[in-house]
């Protein structure tokens, strides 16, 4: 399931005439991959490709999108992410290549790379290369070993936890910083804390959960991809492997209400991370999120570039960069009118949403059925968002009055632990009472001291 490590957000200038700054996801190996995840959307991306005899990126389509994606970048930093597919495929000696073709191109810029991998290749040699350059790796995993293996199985549909914690374990060897991607699919959504446990005892401070919703067309295109885009009129329903609106709501309130009330500061959850910047009033820096899109495309083995990792459609290629410019097709009408019909096309009912500022409607890509009063273009995840969104509300605003009176939002623990409290009728701890949070200090030295709210 391809997506990114800490995925970078789009930049506030998405919108300009011409972008000073933007992302591009690159697919070195195409679609080709190691593993056979049941829930793979990407793996058919092979159809587009007919007859191809080999998926590695060739040396000139590698350099020129180096070099182009470096000058065409009004930055001084810029970060290269990679995946497939399964990006170690290509060995250690092609990312070899990137990075010196990326110090030959710097130009004074500062370079940096993240790296998507599902970990059954990493050894000794991975992890020198990856520690040694500051590659971030994200490492995809679905949680404890039966809900991982349900449906992360390799070629011979035999599992693969133990070979991806092997994988694992080289990273913390050598040292490589890394996060975790969960995809949140209709068997592990059911196990949120089995889940969320599981990950911070692996060791991962950073975390990724990724909803998989795909509807699966009756009868495949003509092109060969049965897993169809939001816009298809094709007979198609969602499929057995997607999360259900509703559970993918109460998987993320349930990790939210042990984080919110043990792991602030200590355990990162990407979407938390992006709703507390909403509730500050800032543009939320992932592009799902965001009120428009359109500044996040994906880059084919070939050259070719599309819209977006979610959109590879034939209707979604902007073109080839042995062509046109790269500049000239991040920038081009086409990607412009896909940004901006994110927000064009949002119906009145998530205009008028009270949690609309938090969601925008989400992935274009998922707003496939019906509002209530039946305008087309509602996100299937819907219903889930609002019950997240206003479950997390007085938490985020308690963190959001922390952050903007300069303290730290962490104290939301001891605040939560008395709201609880307070909720279940409960008296409030005398000050030689022992703390709720359970630390074993007594109250007034721990969550009752005068320090705790700085």
Same mark, same amino acid.
């Given at each position: @399931?391809?997506?990114? +490590?800490?995925?970078?957000? $789009?930049?506030?200038? &998405?919108?300009?005439?011409?972008?000073? &700054?933007?992302?591009?996801?690159?697919?070195?190996?195409?679609? *080709?991959?190691?593993? #056979?995840?049941?829930?793979?959307?990407?793996?058919?991306?092979?159809?587009?490709?007919?007859?191809?005899?080999?998926?590695? @990126?060739? #040396?000139?389509?590698? $350099?020129?999108?180096?070099?182009?994606?470096?000058?065409?970048?009004?930055?001084?930093?810029?970060?290269?992410?990679?995946?497939?597919?399964?990006?170690?495929?290509?060995?250690?000696?092609?990312?070899?290549? !990137? !990075?010196?073709?990326?110090?030959?191109?710097?130009?004074?810029?500062?370079? #940096?790379? &993240?790296?998507?991998?599902?970990?059954?290749?990493?050894?000794?040699?991975?992890?020198?290369?990856?520690?040694?350059?500051?590659?971030?790796?994200?490492?995809? *995993?679905?949680?404890?070993?039966?809900?991982?293996?349900?449906?992360?199985?390799?070629?011979?549909?035999?599992?693969?936890?133990?070979?991806?914690?092997? =994988?694992?374990?080289?990273?913390?060897?050598?040292?490589?910083?890394?996060?975790?991607l969960t995809v949140v699919q209709g068997h592990n959504s059911r196990q949120p804390l089995e889940v969320y446990r599981f990950l911070k005892e692996a060791g991962s401070g950073f975390m990724q959960f990724i909803p998989i919703v795909e509807r699966v067309a009756q009868t495949p295109a003509p092109d060969g991809l049965v897993l169809i885009s939001p816009s298809s009129d094709a007979v198609a329903k969602v499929s057995e492997w997607s999360v259900e609106p509703i559970q993918y709501g109460k998987f993320l309130c349930a990790i939210f209400d042990e984080w919110v009330r043990n792991d602030v500061g200590r355990y990162f959850v990407q979407v938390f991370d992006v &709703?507390?910047?909403?509730?500050?009033?800032?543009?939320?820096?992932?592009?799902?999120?965001? $009120?428009?899109? =359109?500044?996040? @495309?994906?880059?084919?083995?070939?050259?070719?570039?599309?819209?977006? #990792?979610?959109?590879?459609?034939?209707?979604?290629?902007?073109?080839?960069?042995?062509?046109? +410019?790269?500049?000239?097709?991040?920038?081009?009408?086409?990607?412009?009118?896909?940004g901006l019909d994110k927000r064009a096309a949002l119906p009145r009912y998530c205009r008028e949403c009270e949690v609309r500022f938090a969601c925008n409607g989400e992935c274009p890509k998922h707003r496939f059925i019906r509002t209530p009063d039946g305008e087309e273009g509602l996100n299937y995840l819907c219903a889930g968002y609002k019950i997240f969104f206003k479950h997390i509300d007085p938490y985020m605003k308690f963190m959001a009055g922390e952050l903007r009176q300069g303290r730290a939002p962490a104290n939301v623990m001891a605040w939560a632990r008395m709201r609880d409290l307070e909720t279940s009728g409960r008296r409030q701890p005398g000050r030689n009472d022992s703390c709720p949070c359970g630390s074993g200090k007594k109250y007034k030295k721990c969550c009752g001291s005068p320090a705790k709210a700085i």
């Open positions: @399931m391809p997506d990114l +490590p800490n995925k970078v957000a $789009e930049p506030p200038e &998405a919108f300009q005439d011409t972008l000073s &700054a933007f992302h591009i996801m690159a697919k070195p190996v195409g679609p *080709i991959c190691n593993l #056979d995840c049941r829930y793979c959307f990407y793996l058919e991306k092979e159809n587009l490709y007919p007859g191809k005899p080999n998926w590695t @990126m060739a #040396d000139d389509v590698l $350099e020129s999108y180096i070099r182009q994606y470096i000058e065409a970048q009004d930055v001084p930093q810029i970060t290269f992410a990679w995946q497939g597919g399964e990006p170690t495929l290509l060995g250690v000696q092609f990312f070899q290549k !990137v !990075v010196d073709l990326e110090r030959k191109y710097a130009n004074g810029k500062r370079i #940096d790379n &993240a790296f998507q991998t599902n970990g059954i290749l990493l050894d000794d040699r991975w992890g020198e290369l990856l520690a040694q350059n500051r590659f971030l790796v994200g490492l995809s *995993i679905d949680g404890p070993q039966d809900l991982h293996d349900h449906y992360r199985v390799d070629k011979g549909g035999q599992p693969t936890f133990k070979r991806v914690m092997r =994988g694992l374990g080289y990273l913390k060897k050598h040292g490589v910083e890394f996060n975790t &709703a507390l910047e909403s509730w500050m009033g800032y543009e939320p820096s992932l592009c799902v999120f965001r $009120e428009t899109c =359109g500044s996040a @495309m994906v880059i084919e083995h070939n050259g070719d570039l599309y819209s977006c #990792d979610h959109f590879v459609y034939p209707e979604n290629r902007l073109g080839n960069i042995l062509e046109r +410019p790269l500049a000239s097709l991040v920038n081009s009408p086409q990607q412009r009118e896909f």
